[in-house]
């Protein structure tokens, strides 16, 4: 089988080089184009890069030379880890030219025809993708700390009801890009603010878990309220949540739903979908980002120490990879997913038929 | 004006050489005994001790030798940084020597007739002193969680009431001793459990607040749910608090509560005291545990981001210096107190007109 | 091909977890008996070990019993990560016993029988088996941080002779065993001193670089001097050399000598065995330790920065991940050495014809 | 006695913010201007920088308004924290028109007719300004790691003489500025390079120890050899040295030398002169930066662990505090001594009988 041609915005960022250390080896995809900021453009990628991930820099990309963000790719499908403060424009002219642009930034995600896809909740938010009128296809994924949130309220969702949850974050400095957190601001401290990170936290599940009625989405109805911290741990946002359901239960079923969830990526056994979606970790003191952020390759959402909570019903500790499950694998997780349901065509035409 | 003498039980481990740092230059108090386990009794106090404080030791107390933890002890106070797994009996023996125990441990916390003191909260509780049927007297200080928090609460408990709180603390590595938390499991690394911790800081505090009647303590009336996390920071507990009010009321009117608390320590300026016992910064990324720990020598509770809370009514940040305001720091001003009203005499005999 | 039996004595501790974490799913050996003090003797694995590897236990391991440090357990080989403090009696008794003993710990290292071996170096000590009185074998790895730096003299030894050697070692956290080195020892912090260890890396690349003469090790006619420090980082130690050469050379003869640098488990392809001895990588501020640990699966010694030195001729900086290459990757590849050469059989009876 | 007025130029950087932390409170200077960058001329200091010292920011200067670094700024003296990149031009223009020009910045280091002072060392080679040909006059201190270096040096090489030295530094975040070193960079890292660091560390030192004659320096006599490494520290360079003396001594006559070294600063008491330029310690794991460096208020180099060299004769261990004695404080120090040898004169007019 061919694999699908794919171009990476943002190269030369954090995230941009989260998703080539993941596509380097991808069975689906491969990488036919870099692009990155004008200072960038025309460089070998390796003399344009500080290349900060443990895994090394294939030679072959390390080799190709970055481009401009102009709708000039050769490429089918476009991994953005551009910047908010460019994203936007960025994204609709290659939408608009006809790429498939997946993105990891969060211009696109409230505009009512793009969807705000985790494929193990809402797929059929897919059916949005029919009222876009680009000749391309914006999809994006949501906000790090957003997704490991509501990975492990999803089954909680479907099977209790959910009224209200209340989420103190503890985010990794691999969240704020690089050079991202001084070093001399973060060693032995903590910083309680991430700006613009707890409206996200707040609103962007309720998108997520609304449903697809007649084009467009009805937003879930339930309470977030969240305080966001930064931690001086590289990898892995930690998030202690208080939950409100709407009916009442005992901790074994919550523990057995949270197991018993799968969804389409792990039926279709997707490359990057992790065996469990939520992994409920037994071990009093689990989960810790250092040991339990790279279950299942960093694309599950590890899951302990649930308990009563004396002012909501329970309470419970999550941990996700936020550069994996929370912005390039999750974004790698939404192609595949595309790519299966044959949104994204497996030629190099683009299809029309979704 | 002659000094009281004081001891420190368990003068070797992390609170014990907190007690001494902070009472090397005491205006009123003068170290004149060093206790600690059989292991460390008969040697000097540098050969027995890991000092781990950047303050250096000063010559006299490096000379002092180590007693054994049995009441024949030459001072009139003695500060507790016992470990609890010891510490209950060993109190007990001392007050019932004659001595005035100060205690930073749990053992004695909730015994009917012992204060849980917080000098700016509830001095009044002291005359629960009249029920011990000790020949000395022993009285406690809380959690190092729970006093940042309690003192946090107890101006909008005054001027609001406060029906509930939900806290997510990230506390410093100084708050489990030493050694304590390996560089291995805490290093690019949260640990989302501190044993026993989440119970005190949501008892502690309806004890705190509490109102003397006739004879003991009737609790407060309010809901605490807490998540309790370990973060790699030296000194500082970091808590994101959120809270229900009874009466409705504005940002400017909590902060201006907070601004303008003070109490006896403040009226009397205690030499321990803070001068601003709760400290409102308005940076909006304050207050951070390695800029603000410190202010007012680690005695002011300091607090930012003060909005509203979707679920409950506000939202906000505390800092306070675990060893300082919440241990060793909180005893001194506790026995400073008691000095002040005539509790423990400023000369060498027993005062008994409490 | 059936699998060797192998047992870990010590195997809950630091190095005992690395070498199950690495023996999982090795392709020759099976591990079938683990071993540690008389406290966890009895318990199964999971519930006498607080796991510290991000790798997670597999449930096999999980499951077994925990066996005392006798010598009647059901393998062939044994991998000792124990304390040096029992590792000595305890090694000589399994030996005597009959067992194949690859050990860690520093106590037989100087034994004129037992190698100190490095496979890629000095194979040929393996002849001092035959010296051994033993009914099994005792063969030792040297410590983690002269581990590194033979590797990197050694292939500059064959070339062109090394008089002397200054050795500046930042070590990592991981050295020291769990629970270690406390946090609050070292977070904001360097300890510029690890007991013993300046001892062992000025004297173990005499006897490593040594030449076997007639049934003993003659010692390599060298100077070395070490400062080694501790600094907070997880694993891999960096070290800081300058070397003084036997014969004038240039920059690019040293870094060929380095590269080509290859010896019998490159080309017998030993399961651990990395691909590149000595990996010189010419970025400017390489190597690191957080990028370029795990090159080569950890089993790579990592250079960088060769330059001119003003006092002796050249110096360099470079990286040995100290728990894998430096311990237990180390004591692996010895064992598969002496597989392939034939002196671990590969049945269950024990070979004596080496 | 009226204060001298000063100024900071890069007033906003980290060296900036130290000096501004320092002279906050100092008894004989007074800050009066504050001048920094085009960005943030006009504003309000407190408007115009990121504070990352943990000492407050005192309200007067906190309400000054930032000036461009025109030498039209109301002052005598200016300590400068420039960045290199602009600090040569700029010192020059402001020494021009009169100022005493106090650089940390490395540009005039090696101009014939600027010293390159520490006053305990080479407070002769003030002679040089006679020579300068500016209305002001520039006088400029080492590099943050020679300081240490040479201040350790020194003694020794006054006693005993000294043919080469060889250095490995361990240095700390804080002097690579702010933002400086990217958290992602150095936690769980070390970098072994900082660019441009190791010619400053071999080349200094021969300037400073060097011997005024005849209106120049004459350079001293030594070769220097050195390896620097930024490690996860938040302040205070540990320095690993070794020395070839040329006079044969014992250790105890060394610590001696250290122990008893004593100048001018020390006899006049100097505001910021340390009681003691060097400070031995005798424990076995001393000195380490997070408990030494403060130590006579971040003024005096902690040496320890002096013991024999294999290779060259001694070595030992020191630690200096990078911002303080290292840069701003040095540069404090030495206007202190222009002060009190009548160089800067205490009034308002310029003096010019030196």
């Known amino acids: 089988m061919p694999k699908v041609s794919v171009g990476i915005l943002g ?35 390796s003399d344009s890069v500080t290349w900060i991930q443990s895994t090394p820099l294939s030679p ?22 551009l910047d908010s403060n460019v994203a936007g424009e960025i994204e609709t002219n290659f939408a608009r030219a006809g790429y498939f642009v997946l993105s990891n930034a969060k211009n696109h995600r409230w ?23 680009y000749k391309g296809r914006i999809v994006t994924n949501p906000n790090c700390s957003t997704t490991g949130l509501v990975v492990a309220l999803k ?45 996200k936290v707040e609103m962007e599940p309720l998108k997520i878990l609304g449903s697809y009625e007649n084009g467009s989405i009805r937003n879930a109805n339930l309470i977030i309220s969240a305080h966001c911290n930064r931690v001086a741990v590289l990898d892995g946002h ?19 739903a949270w197991n018993n969830y ?39 959402v590890v899951v302990g120490r649930l308990r009563k909570c004396a002012l909501l019903d329970y309470k419970f500790v999550l941990l996700s990879h936020n ?21 994204i065509p497996q030629h190099s035409e683009l299809s029309t038929q979704y």
């Open 60 to 81: 072959q990309v390390a080799e190709m030379q970055v481009r401009a963000c102009e709708p000039d790719l050769s490429c089918q499908v476009l991994f953005s880890g």
């Open 155 to 199: 089954p909680l969702y479907d099977a209790f009801g959910i009224e209200a949850a209340h989420v103190v974050t503890m985010q990794a400095l691999s969240g704020a890009g690089y050079p991202g957190v001084p070093s001399l601001a973060i060693q032995d401290n903590v910083i309680p603010l991430i700006p613009g990170e707890e409206e």
């Open 323 to 343: 550069t994996i499950r929370g912005a390039a694998g999750g974004a790698i997780l939404n192609a595949e997913l595309m790519v299966k349901k044959g949104i």
């Open 262 to 300: 799968s969804a389409e990526p792990q039926q279709w056994k997707l490359p990057s979908a992790p065996a469990k979606v939520v992994r409920y970790l037994r071990e009093e003191n689990a989960p810790q980002p250092r040991l339990h952020r790279n279950l299942d390759k960093g694309m599950s």
């Open 11 to 45: 190269a030369t960022g954090s995230v941009g080089q989260k998703f080539i250390e993941l596509l380097q080896q991808h069975p689906w995809f491969e990488i036919t184009a870099l692009a990155a900021s004008e200072r960038s453009a025309g460089k070998r990628y």
């Open 111 to 133: 505009d009512p025809d793009v969807p705000l896809l985790v494929p193990e909740i809402n797929s059929d938010h897919l059916q949005l993708l029919e009222r876009q009128r």
């Open 238 to 256: 930690t998030e202690c949540v208080s939950v409100k359901l709407s009916r009442k239960t005992s901790e074994e079923e919550i523990i057995q």
